[in-house]
């Protein structure tokens, strides 16, 4: 295989990455997780991003429902161009499955080629709770850290919270818990009393 001439760009090789995969790198990892989002929030306060306005897709036929697509680039060490492309059907709860889905594109940011599709209503609820996470910690620095916690509605995202807020050392003597669904409360109750935290 010849080596490639030098100054000239090769094309970077495509990935398909599926959500157990993702999953599967995430775990445990809530700690590493946050640093990075804010390494990412620094980055973007330091002007190396771009983080152009959302585009939403919406029906006339069905206005509940909508897709959106988020370009971004981010710069630091490592420089990558991408957009994420998350639908929100609500109506899907009512039929068993989740009401958001989501991919990432990923590009080389040197010659925009893709070089990744990623399964990304994990990595986008993992980010929101990492970030959730960390402003939580930034807030309570030196205080007492408080003893209660409320979550109003229980889907995805709250479940990925609790599990940062557990993951970075977080520990509550109550939990609330309200949704409009009984069965989700229930379910969510049930989870975090399993991994042996009140509610």
Known sequence: MSEPIQGQLS??????????????????????????VEATYRTHGAGDSVNPPSY???????????????PASVGGQTRVDGIKWISSFPGNVAG??????????????????????????????????????????????????????GFIGVGLIARYIHTYLAGTGWAFDEIGVFDLSPDS???????????????
């Open 11 to 36: 094309v970077p090789p495509f990935s398909v990455i599926s959500g157990s995969q993702v999953a599967q790198a995430l775990e445990g990892r809530e700690k590493q997780v946050m640093d990075l």
């Open 56 to 70: 939403f897709l919406r029906f006339p036929d069905r206005p509940a429902d909508r897709i959106i697509a988020l």
């Open 185 to 199: 409360a229930a379910g969510f109750t049930g989870g975090i009393q399993a991994r042996g935290t009140t509610a």
């Open 96 to 149: 068993g499955i989740p009401r958001a889905s989501a991919v990432l594109i990923l590009n080389d940011h040197d010659t925009g080629y893709p070089f990744a599709c990623l399964e990304s209503s994990i990595i986008s609820a993992t980010r929101t709770a990492a970030s959730a996470a960390l402003a939580a910690d930034w807030l309570t620095r030196g205080r007492t850290r408080p003893a209660r916690v």
